[in-house]
């Protein structure tokens, strides 16, 4: 089993700054690109940020320039800072691994548990 496990969400004001963590964990052979997805109340799921095992980095317009991701491929661990956060950046915030649980099968994407994010105003 592969689990993915989030840390670091919580309540800030509007202007302020959050980290988010990702740790993936349990039979993991390898894995391919990671990522942030969020989810507000009564919205669907949408793309935060995604980061390659390269480094190579994606960005939804709403965020670029105030989230940051990053990941370190020897912990199986991505990150997410979060920097002059808005009212509106409010949600759910999901990890999410394209994981290969073995040699010969195909990547699967794992999702963790979710972690909330909310920003007063």
């Known amino acids: 089993q592969v689990q993915l496990v989030e840390s670091g969400g919580g309540l800030v004001q509007a202007g302020g700054s959050l980290r988010l963590s990702c740790a993936a964990s349990?039979?993991?052979?390898?894995?391919?690109?990671m990522g942030w997805y969020r989810q507000a109340p009564g919205k669907q799921r949408e793309l935060v940020a995604t980061?390659?095992?390269?480094?190579?980095?994606n960005y939804a317009d709403s965020v670029k320039g105030r989230f940051t991701i990053s990941r370190d491929n020897a912990k199986n661990t991505v990150s997410l800072q979060m920097n002059s956060l808005k009212p509106e950046d409010t949600a759910v915030y999901y990890c999410?691994?394209?994981?290969?649980?073995?040699?010969?099968?195909?990547?699967?994407?794992?999702w963790g548990q979710g972690t909330q994010v909310t920003v007063s105003s």
């Open positions: 999410n691994g394209d994981i290969k649980i073995r040699w010969g099968v195909l990547f699967n994407h794992y």
């Open positions: 980061i390659t095992t390269g480094g190579s980095t």
């Open positions: 349990g039979s993991i052979f390898s894995i391919n690109a």
